[in-house]
Antibody
């Protein structure tokens, strides 16, 4: 079964750093892009960025460029989303997603990781 | 950047009704348009890809149409389990993507 399994919920303070993970299984991890989608409480979906684990080619939405870092470790089939200094406005559910082999539609979603940033 | 305008933002309909949601792109995106369903507390699920293709396992009461800048998502006969928020998504310039604002569908 193809699946993406994300790390657990996090509660952090403003200014702290954080790295959440997404482990792919059931498919060739290096052959598919893997991306991240943010959903703030009660709001819609926002595409953040995406990485191709095969060669680490990474693209960001202009809205998130410089705000987060996306990386991947193909040796353990895991993608990461990282913040160096969290803000309260980073409080959201974060989903990792895998587009189809054509790269067009997100046919596989992780279960989501809730990040809460509060003093 | 391509902007997606989805309407309405919310919709109330009765079981058995035909429901239609529209999505307009700020420029021609051919048929590079997907539709997702998100039920409360769950991750989104792909329903329609390439504007009109039904994802495997999705009931046939769901359909999509359109090309260029104007797209439509239809539920032919609303069922209670269809209560969810629906999103369109464009992918005109891979691997860049944009979601619409979402349409919250409720039962009347």
């Amino acid at each position: 079964e193809v699946q993406l399994v994300q790390s657990g919920a996090e509660v952090k303070k403003p200014g702290e750093s954080l790295k959440i993970s997404c482990k792919g299984s059931g498919y060739s991890f290096t052959s598919y892009w893997i991306g991240w989608v943010r959903q703030m409480p009660g709001k819609g979906l926002e595409w953040m960025g995406i990485i191709y684990p095969g060669d680490s080619d990474t693209r960001y939405s202009p809205s998130f460029q410089g705000q987060v870092t996306i990386s991947a470790d193909k040796s353990i089939s895991t993608a990461y989303l990282q913040w160096s200094s969290l803000k309260a406005s980073d409080t959201a559910m974060y989903y990792c997603v895998r587009p189809s082999i054509r790269g067009d539609a997100f046919d596989i979603w992780g279960q989501g990781t809730m990040v809460t940033v509060s003093s | 950047d391509i902007q997606m305008t989805q309407s309405p933002s919310s919709l109330s309909a009765s079981v058995g009704d035909r429901v239609t949601i529209t999505c307009q792109a700020s420029q021609d995106i051919s048929n590079y348009l997907n539709w997702y369903q998100q039920k409360p507390g769950k991750a989104p699920k792909l329903l329609i890809y390439d504007a009109s293709n039904l994802e495997t396992g999705v009931p046939s009461r769901f359909s999509g149409s359109g090309s260029g800048t104007d797209f439509t998502f239809t539920i032919s006969s609303l069922q209670p389990e269809d209560i969810a928020t629906y999103y369109c998504q464009q992918y005109d310039n891979l691997p860049q993507y944009t979601f619409g604002q979402g349409t919250k569908l409720e039962i009347k």
